[in-house]
Nanobody, 120 residues
Framework: QVQLVESGGGLVQAGGSLRLSCAAS????????MGWYRQAPGKQRELVAV???????NYADSVKGRFTISRDNAKNTVYLQMNSLKPEDTAVYYC??????????????WGQGTQVTVST
């Protein structure tokens, strides 16, 4: 069984930084794109950043220049460095991975989410 476990969320003042991590574990054969999404109260889940297995990245316009996504393929882990945080970044952040499991083949997997709260 594949699991994605996020860590690193918390409460931070505006202008501060946080680093999120997401480790995938289980019977993983290979991994394709990994990404971060977020969902604020009363809003739909939205893409924050995505990184391919080759290292190509894409960001939401709202976080460009402030957030950086990276991955460690050897550890099946993706990171999100968040700088210059704003109150509007407050949301539950979810990790996502497109991966091939030995048991289930290709599939789309989600973490349980980690809360990020940015205070004024």
């Amino acid at each position: 069984q594949v699991q994605l476990v996020e860590s690193g969320g918390g409460l931070v003042q505006a202008g501060g930084s946080l680093r999120l991590s997401c480790a995938a574990s289980g019977s993983i054969f290979s991994m394709n794109a990994m990404g971060w999404y977020r969902q604020a109260p009363g809003k739909q889940r939205e893409l924050v950043a995505v990184i391919t297995s080759g290292g190509s990245t894409n960001y939401a316009d709202s976080v460009k220049g402030r957030f950086t996504i990276s991955r460690d393929n050897a550890k099946n882990t993706v990171y999100l460095q968040m700088n210059s945080l704003k109150p509007e970044d407050t949301a539950v952040y979810y990790c996502n991975a497109d991966l091939h499991s030995h048991l289930a083949g290709w599939g789309d997997y989600w973490g349980q989410g980690t809360q990020v709260t940015v205070s004024t």
